[in-house]
């Protein structure tokens, strides 16, 4: 399966962006999605992921910011991302479990908040 971010960019303390990860390829038995990120000198950390039927979990630190949600037919996952703090800067991953065949990567897209 191949995976392909997008969205990320600059932008400015308390504004959005929508973040866009289209999974192609072997796309067969695609359960959870989600999204990850991965400050400067810190680990990778779930940020949100979300079931084939819908349910969601989310850090900490995003609840009530942050919202994911999918289209399955679009195999598309998407992170709407609302009043952001530069402490959310980072390099966000999409990744992608299929049963039985483990997660998949995508490339990552930069999100720097800043005034």
């Known amino acids: 399966v191949h995976l392909v971010e997008s969205g990320g960019g600059l932008v400015q303390p308390g504004g959005s962006l929508r973040l866009s990860c289209k999974a192609s390829?072997?796309?067969?038995?695609?359960?959870?999605m989600g999204w990850y990120r991965q400050a400067p000198g810190k680990e990778r950390e779930l940020v949100a992921d979300?079931?084939?039927?819908?349910?969601?979990n989310y850090a900490d630190s995003v609840k009530g910011r942050f919202t994911i949600s999918r289209d399955n037919f679009k195999d598309t996952v998407y992170l709407q991302m609302n009043s952001l703090k530069p402490e959310d800067t980072a390099v966000y991953y999409c990744?992608?479990?299929?049963?039985?065949?483990?997660?998949?990567w995508g490339q990552g897209t930069q999100v720097t908040v800043s005034s």
């Open positions: 990744n992608v479990l299929r049963l039985g065949l483990g997660r998949t």
């Open positions: 390829g072997s796309i067969f038995r695609i359960d959870d």
């Open positions: 979300i079931s084939r039927r819908g349910r969601t």
